[in-house]
């Protein structure tokens, strides 16, 4: 999965952080989900060896795309159950929680059943490095560095594996961008993407009004055999 070229960071786009933040948070309901049914033993050793694993998750597939986005000024969109899980880990990274308490605070407050935090729609079938499948506690996963490519990889893979993934994929093409200057990239990569959107749900309402005139006229033929009817149905009933 991982390509020998580098990734360009000025070609990267807060769309780019907004999609991997969304496959992130898939990851943490597969997560959440999987460990929650898990008849393991809750051991001092397995609740560590988790907090390890959650660590590995955010270090892979947050901090370094939130770092990004803040070293262009620039602020992805961040799913409610991420920004709760995050919390957690601020509290634990500044001692204000244990991990015992983070450990619980994560199963009781950020649950992807959680009507606030709803994430469930959220989970595929298939992800790389899904440690949470198997004994973490006691296998003794190698936990990878990953570069970018690899993520963005993971994370277009994530997408192809859901219903309606296309709608968050990079999907318009960016024209005019200037090299050395990724503040301008931003705002053109944005201005492409509202087109897109645009265009898209200017195709979707006409798409309705077609079928909407297709109904009102099916509508309109029934008119008469139903007059006839109606009549017919009079005349039968008179003495």
């Not at 969304?22 to 033993?41: G, K, L, N, V």
């Not at 989970?123 to 993520?151: C, I, M, Q």
């Amino acid at each position: 999965m991982s390509n020998s070229s580098k990734y360009d960071l000025t070609e990267f786009t807060i769309l780019d952080a907004t999609n991997i933040l969304e496959y992130t948070t898939s990851r943490f309901a597969a997560i959440w989900i999987a460990c929650d049914r898990s008849h393991m033993p809750r051991s001092p050793a397995y609740k560590a060896s988790f907090i390890r694993h959650l660590q590995w998750e955010v270090d892979s597939f947050v901090f370094p795309y939130i770092n990004i986005c803040m070293v262009f000024n620039t602020h992805p969109t961040m799913t409610d159950l991420l920004r709760s899980i995050l919390g957690r880990f601020s509290g634990l990274q500044t001692r204000n929680i244990t991990g015992e308490q983070f450990y619980a605070e994560f199963f009781v407050h950020c649950s992807p059943h959680d009507p606030e935090l709803r994430s469930t729609h959220r989970v595929v079938l298939k992800y790389a490095h899904d440690w949470w499948k198997d004994r973490f506690d006691t296998l003794g996963f190698a936990l990878p560095s990953l570069d970018v490519n690899e993520v963005l990889d993971m994370m277009a893979d994530h997408f192809e594996q859901l219903p309606m993934g296309a709608m968050l994929l990079p999907g318009p093409a960016v024209a005019g961008q200037v090299e050395g200057d990724p503040l301008l990239n931003q705002i053109l990569a944005v201005k492409a993407r509202i087109q897109h959107l645009s265009d898209s749900l200017e195709k979707m309402l006409q798409e309705k009004t077609m079928m909407a005139t297709a109904a009102t006229s099916s509508m309109s033929e029934l008119e008469g055999p139903m007059d006839e009817l109606e009549e017919a149905l009079l005349t039968s009933r008179q003495p």
